[in-house]
């Protein structure tokens, strides 16, 4: 079995050097596709091309937008391109660091039987994770990006969110940058139903293929669900949920704390939180602020290679 890591990253070229050779001591034999926000800080191209098996390929970055499905869709074609065969995509950004030897990580998702862990829920379902107003909000209606917004411009505009509570036809939102949206007709049904999950995954390739075949087929869908907010976390779900076809795992394996999220960001984590994320069984954890903790990623160096 080989297994492909395709890394979304923006910043801390160190911090990515750091992953991609834990990445590669773990898991030697696999393919590591990085691909890195050309407006971010630049990578060190001549340390992550020296590696075996490691591909850079810039790519336009976002937040909340479709950059990051365009970005996973495109480590999908370059291994078709390339003609490189893998039967595992794992999908992490910069800022993930493992939690496990992947080794370990990859015979559970071998041994599982499973075609994915991918941790997922119908959307307007009792055991969603989200309010149906957040639901119908990102995905009923179709956005336009207005402006980038810095933290503190996100403040001062938050009050005009309150539109959204005392009509139904349109909206405005600041978590993703200034975004307005109007009611939209959906492409959803019984043959596509809404589901919604983390946007982290861990994909057998007939599962890969199979999301490859229906962006093809299907590029209404796509293209409905290019102007959506977070519709990273919904439309790969969608698609194979509603295929009813494959065995997924509603687990993603990886370790995140939303609580207290400001603007849908996971906390940094800290010294404090390893001993629960170590505990997890989560194969890998974020976020790592390298530059503001570069020990973390030295004790997590030290957990790995003692194989615990």
């Not at 393919?31 to 800080?41: F, P, R, W, Y």
């Not at 950059?67 to 074609?77: E, G, I, L, N, P």
Request: hydrophobic fraction near 35%; charge should be neutral.
């Amino acid at each position: 079995m080989r297994f492909c890591y395709h890394i979304q990253s923006h910043r801390s070229p160190e911090q990515l050097n750091r992953l991609v050779h834990a990445v590669k001591k773990y898991s030697p034999d696999s393919i590591v596709h990085v691909s890195h926000d050309v407006n971010g800080a630049p990578p060190d191209l001549a340390e992550l091309r020296s590696m075996t098996d490691v591909v850079v390929q810039m790519h336009e970055g976002g937040y909340g937008d479709f950059s990051h499905v365009d970005r996973y869709m495109a480590a999908v074609d370059w291994l078709n391109d390339e003609g490189v065969q893998v039967d595992w995509l794992v999908n992490i950004t910069g800022q993930d660091y493992p939690l496990r030897p992947l080794g370990d990580c990859e015979a559970e998702l071998v041994d599982s039987g499973a075609d994915g862990f991918m941790e997922y829920w119908d959307a307007f379902g009792p055991e969603s994770h989200w309010p149906r107003s957040r639901v119908r909000s990102r995905y009923h209606f179709q956005h336009r990006r207005v402006l980038p917004l810095s933290p503190r411009g996100k403040k001062l505009l938050r009050p005009l969110q309150a539109v959204n509570r005392v009509q139904p036809l349109v909206r405005v939102h600041v978590s993703y940058g200034l975004a307005l949206g109007r009611r939209a007709r959906t492409p959803f049904g019984p043959d596509l139903r809404l589901h919604g999950g983390s946007a982290f995954s861990s994909l057998s390739w007939p599962v890969v293929a199979y999301l490859r075949d229906y962006f093809d087929r299907r590029p209404d869908v796509v293209d409905y669900f290019r102007h959506c907010l977070s519709p990273v976390e919904a439309v790969f779900q969608t698609i194979v949920c509603s295929a009813d076809r494959f065995n997924l795992v509603p687990d993603c394996k990886r370790y995140f704390d939303f609580r207290n999220s400001t603007f849908n960001h996971p906390k940094s984590l800290t010294a404090e939180d390893l001993p629960l994320a170590l505990a997890s069984g989560a194969h890998f954890a974020r976020k790592f602020d390298y530059e503001r903790a570069p020990e973390l990623i030295d004790t997590l160096d030290a957990h790995l290679a003692a194989g615990v």
